[in-house]
C-alpha cells in the first residue's frame, strides 16, 4: 500500500511538471490528491505482532484467540474503509487528457451526394456545433478543461459502430438506446425491445466504467453524438410522464417532499402517497435553491448531463426535428439501410405528445416572474442550443 502511494505520487508529479505547468489550479488540486493517499495510508496502523505480546502473557487460551479476532476485524474494517476512500478519491480525481477535438469527418471530400439532401444537413451540424463552442468559449472560458470519469457518466457505448451517446431523458433517449442495441447486435428490432429492458437491463456499457486508457481511446477515435430538446417542452414532458401518471419512485421519493413544503393545507393523503403534484408547485421545488430532495436527470441542464463545454460532440441532433437527424447519422455510421429511427411512442402510447401548444398550457398557470426564473434557469440550454425564448416577455 505504501509502495503505491509513493509511485501514485511520483507519477503524479511527473505529470504535473510535464503537462499541467501551465494551469496551477489543477497541479494543485491533483497534489493534495495524493498528498491525502498518503495521509490516508499512514492513518492505517499496521499491527505487528509484537505489540500483543506483552498483554498476551498472562491471558488464557479463549482470551488470546477473543483478542486476535477483535485486531483482525478492526484490521479488517479499517482496511475496507481505506479501499472506500482511495476508490472514492480516485474516482474524483481529474483525468490527466487534453480536451478532445472531433474524432470524425462527417462529410469527406470525396463524399457523393448527387441530391445535394446530406451536405444540406451537414451545413446544419456546422452551425449548430460552432454556435454550442462561441457559447462555451463565451461562457465558460475559465471553466476546468480536465475530464473525469463524472462527466462521462451518462454517455453509453456502442463499440461496433464506434459511437458515443449522451443520454438526454425526455429528447428520445429511450428510441436511440434501442437504435443502439440493435446496432450491437443485442436485438433484431426495435420493437423487439421492452422499456424496461431498455433502461434496467444493462445490456449497454456506459463510458465511466472503462479504465482511464479506455476512456480516452474512445473520446478521441468514436463518434460523438448528442440529442437535445427545448427545455420548457422538455420539462413539462418530464412533468407529465414522472407526476401524472402512476409512479412509484417520484410519488413517494419528489411528490410527498413536494406537497409538505410548497401546498398550504395538504391533505393526510397527499401527504401519504406524494400523489397529485400540481405544475406550480413542481416549479416551485425546481426554483429553491434549499429544495427538499434533489436534482433529477428528467429535468436537469444539457449542459450539465452531458457536459458539452469539455466533450467536443460530433453531431448534435435535435428532438424537434428527429426523424431527419436520426436518419441522417445512421446513414453516416453506415448502419444497415432496414434500420430506422423508431417512431412509437414509448409509454402511455395513448396519451398525446408533449407540444409547444401543450407546454404554453402549463407554463400559462406560472406567474411572469415563474416563467422567467424558469428560463433563466435553462438560460445556458436555450443559448447553447439556439431556441428562442417560448413567451414574448422574457427578456
Same mark, same amino acid.
Given at each position: 500500500?505504501?509502495?503505491?502511494?509513493?509511485?501514485?505520487?511520483?507519477?503524479?508529479?511527473?505529470?504535473?511538471?510535464?503537462?499541467?505547468?501551465?494551469?496551477?489550479?489543477?497541479?494543485?488540486?491533483?497534489?493534495?490528491?495524493?498528498?491525502?493517499?498518503?495521509?490516508?495510508?499512514?492513518?492505517?496502523?499496521?499491527?505487528?505482532?509484537?505489540?500483543?505480546?506483552?498483554?498476551?502473557?498472562?491471558?488464557?487460551?479463549?482470551?488470546?484467540?477473543? @483478542?486476535?479476532?477483535?485486531?483482525?476485524?478492526?484490521?479488517?474494517?479499517?482496511?475496507?474503509?481505506?479501499?472506500?476512500?482511495?476508490?472514492?478519491?480516485?474516482?474524483?480525481?481529474?483525468?490527466?487528457?487534453?480536451?478532445?477535438?472531433?474524432?470524425?469527418?462527417?462529410?469527406?471530400?470525396?463524399?457523393?451526394?448527387?441530391?445535394?439532401?446530406?451536405?444540406?444537413?451537414?451545413?446544419?451540424?456546422?452551425?449548430?456545433?460552432?454556435?454550442?463552442?462561441?457559447?462555451?468559449?463565451?461562457?465558460?472560458?475559465?471553466?476546468?478543461?480536465?475530464?473525469?470519469?463524472?462527466?462521462?457518466?451518462?454517455?453509453?457505448?456502442?463499440?461496433?459502430?464506434?459511437?458515443?451517446?449522451?443520454?438526454?431523458?425526455?429528447?428520445?433517449?429511450?428510441?436511440?438506446?434501442?437504435?443502439?442495441?440493435?446496432?450491437?447486435?443485442?436485438?433484431?428490432?426495435?420493437?423487439?425491445?421492452?422499456?424496461?429492458?431498455?433502461?434496467?437491463?444493462?445490456?449497454?456499457?456506459?463510458?465511466?466504467?472503462?479504465?482511464?486508457?479506455?476512456?480516452?481511446?474512445?473520446?478521441?477515435?468514436?463518434?460523438?453524438?448528442?440529442?437535445?430538446?427545448?427545455?420548457?417542452?422538455?420539462?413539462?414532458?418530464?412533468?407529465?410522464?414522472?407526476?401524472?401518471?402512476?409512479?412509484?419512485?417520484?410519488?413517494?421519493?419528489?411528490?410527498?417532499?413536494?406537497?409538505?413544503?410548497?401546498?398550504?393545507?395538504?391533505?393526510?393523503?397527499?401527504?401519504?402517497?406524494?400523489?397529485?403534484?400540481?405544475?406550480?408547485?413542481? @416549479?416551485?421545488?425546481?426554483?429553491?435553491?434549499?429544495?427538499?430532495?434533489?436534482?433529477?436527470?428528467?429535468?436537469?441542464?444539457?449542459?450539465?448531463?452531458?457536459?458539452?463545454?469539455? @466533450?467536443?460532440?460530433?453531431?448534435?441532433?435535435?428532438?424537434?426535428?428527429?426523424?431527419?437527424?436520426?436518419?441522417?447519422?445512421?446513414?453516416?455510421?453506415?448502419?444497415?439501410?432496414?434500420?430506422?429511427?423508431?417512431?412509437?411512442?414509448?409509454?402511455?402510447?395513448?396519451?398525446?405528445?408533449?407540444?409547444?401548444? @401543450?407546454?404554453?398550457?402549463?407554463?400559462?398557470?406560472?406567474?411572469?416572474?415563474?416563467?422567467?426564473?424558469?428560463?433563466?434557469?435553462?438560460?445556458?440550454?436555450?443559448?447553447?442550443?439556439?431556441?428562442?425564448?417560448?413567451?414574448?416577455?422574457?427578456?
Amino acid at each position: 500500500l505504501s509502495t503505491f502511494c509513493h509511485l501514485l505520487h511520483k507519477t503524479l508529479s511527473f505529470v504535473l511538471k510535464k503537462d499541467c505547468t501551465s494551469n496551477n489550479q489543477y497541479g494543485t488540486s491533483i497534489e493534495a490528491a495524493a498528498k491525502q493517499l498518503l495521509n490516508i495510508n499512514q492513518d492505517v496502523p499496521s499491527y505487528p505482532p509484537y505489540q500483543y505480546l506483552a498483554s498476551l502473557h498472562s491471558t488464557s487460551r479463549r482470551q488470546k484467540k477473543n @483478542i486476535f479476532l477483535r485486531r483482525d476485524n478492526k484490521i479488517y474494517a479499517e482496511k475496507k474503509l481505506l479501499k472506500k476512500r482511495k476508490h472514492f478519491l480516485l474516482k474524483e480525481t481529474p483525468i490527466l487528457m487534453p480536451l478532445n477535438g472531433s474524432a470524425v469527418d462527417l462529410m469527406p471530400s470525396d463524399y457523393e451526394d448527387s441530391s445535394g439532401k446530406w451536405k444540406k444537413l451537414y451545413a446544419v451540424q456546422m452551425q449548430r456545433k460552432k454556435l454550442m463552442q462561441d457559447i462555451c468559449l463565451k461562457y465558460k472560458s475559465g471553466s476546468r478543461r480536465i475530464i473525469t470519469p463524472y462527466h462521462v457518466s451518462r454517455i453509453f457505448v456502442e463499440d461496433k459502430h464506434k459511437i458515443l451517446y449522451c443520454e438526454v431523458p425526455k429528447a428520445g433517449c429511450s428510441n436511440w438506446k434501442r437504435v443502439l442495441m440493435v446496432l450491437n447486435g443485442l436485438a433484431s428490432s426495435t420493437k423487439d425491445i421492452q422499456h424496461n429492458t431498455v433502461h434496467y437491463g444493462n445490456y449497454l456499457k456506459r463510458l465511466d466504467s472503462f479504465d482511464r486508457k479506455g476512456i480516452f481511446n474512445r473520446l478521441n477515435t468514436y463518434m460523438k453524438m448528442i440529442f437535445v430538446r427545448e427545455p420548457f417542452e422538455r420539462l413539462v414532458s418530464a412533468f407529465r410522464d414522472k407526476f401524472e401518471h402512476a409512479n412509484n419512485y417520484y410519488h413517494p421519493v419528489f411528490g410527498k417532499a413536494i406537497i409538505s413544503k410548497y401546498r398550504r393545507n395538504a391533505t393526510r393523503e397527499a401527504l401519504r402517497t406524494g400523489s397529485g403534484v400540481q405544475f406550480k408547485e413542481f @416549479i416551485q421545488y425546481l426554483l429553491d435553491v434549499h429544495r427538499p430532495v434533489g436534482m433529477d436527470i428528467h429535468w436537469d441542464h444539457v449542459s450539465k448531463l452531458c457536459s458539452p463545454c469539455l @466533450i467536443d460532440y460530433d453531431f448534435i441532433g435535435k428532438f424537434e426535428s428527429m426523424e431527419e437527424d436520426a436518419n441522417f447519422l445512421l446513414h453516416l455510421i453506415g448502419a444497415p439501410q432496414n434500420l430506422t429511427f423508431p417512431r412509437f411512442k414509448d409509454r402511455h402510447s395513448n396519451e398525446e405528445r408533449t407540444t409547444s401548444k @401543450i407546454t404554453q398550457q402549463y407554463f400559462a398557470q406560472l406567474s411572469p416572474l415563474e416563467r422567467q426564473r424558469t428560463y433563466d434557469f435553462y438560460y445556458m440550454d436555450y443559448q447553447m442550443f439556439n431556441y428562442s425564448k417560448p413567451f414574448e416577455d422574457l427578456y
